[in-house]
């Protein structure tokens, strides 16, 4: 019976996480309060505080489930025999994510385009651990292919990690936001190819 409450209270949570993720995306973070979730989750508001204190850790909650399939699929193989072949395929992985998953998109919109970093949010303008242990990742890349002779003369592993993270954080926001026929939108794979091939000696 234990077993069965704790399953049917995660099963609540995952329900009301769903919800706020709806209600940010329709109405934007600031504008939105526990009760519409609430409303929207169909449950009361005592239930949606017996699992969440306030809108701010509702809010983690969602980023943090968002972030689960980039931990499971993007992923920098250590014995590759091209590292840099390595990074493209981990960056297009990236947007697989993005278009075939469309709570994690549209998590990534709410967190773009739907949030003041304010009061309790200012803290989200900084790095989270997720992305500095990506951009950990994309160094150690960079280094196994200067170590194979692989990047074009002049070109050091940190500078070109921190360079293709900038690239990827911005192709994400204006992917999001690019109209169908803008090359964002319709070509990031192609951008990415482009972006690590110009890094090849």
């Known amino acids: 019976m234990v077993r069965k409450t704790k ?3 995660e099963i609540t949570r995952r329900h009301i996480i769903a919800a706020a993720r709806r ?5 934007g973070v600031g504008r939105t309060t526990l009760e519409r979730i609430a409303a929207e989750a169909g ?3 005592g239930a949606v505080y017996w699992h969440f204190r306030n809108k701010t850790e509702l809010f983690f909650a969602m980023r943090e489930q968002a972030i689960l399939p980039f931990v499971d699929r993007v992923v920098f193989k250590e014995d590759d025999a091209d590292p840099l072949q390595g990074i493209e395929m981990a960056l297009q992985e990236i947007f697989h994510i993005l278009r075939d998953q469309a709570e994690v998109r549209e998590t990534f919109e709410i967190i773009s385009f739907k949030c003041e970093y304010v009061d309790e949010f200012s803290g ?6 997720g992305q500095l242990d990506f951009l950990g990742k994309l160094t150690e890349a960079y280094q196994r292919a200067e170590a194979r002779g692989a990047l074009r003369a002049g070109s050091a ?7 293709t993270f900038l690239f990827v954080g911005g192709l994400i926001k204006y ?4 109209r169908p026929d803008e090359r964002f939108r319709s070509d990031p794979a192609g951008l990415i190819r482009n972006h690590v091939a110009l890094r090849r000696a």
């Open 7 to 9: 399953e049917e209270a």
């Open 23 to 27: 209600v940010f995306l329709a109405w």
């Open 43 to 45: 449950v009361t508001r």
């Open 124 to 129: 989200m303008m900084q790095c989270t651990g």
């Open 157 to 163: 592993p940190a500078d070109l990690a921190h360079d």
């Open 175 to 178: 992917w999001l936001a690019g």
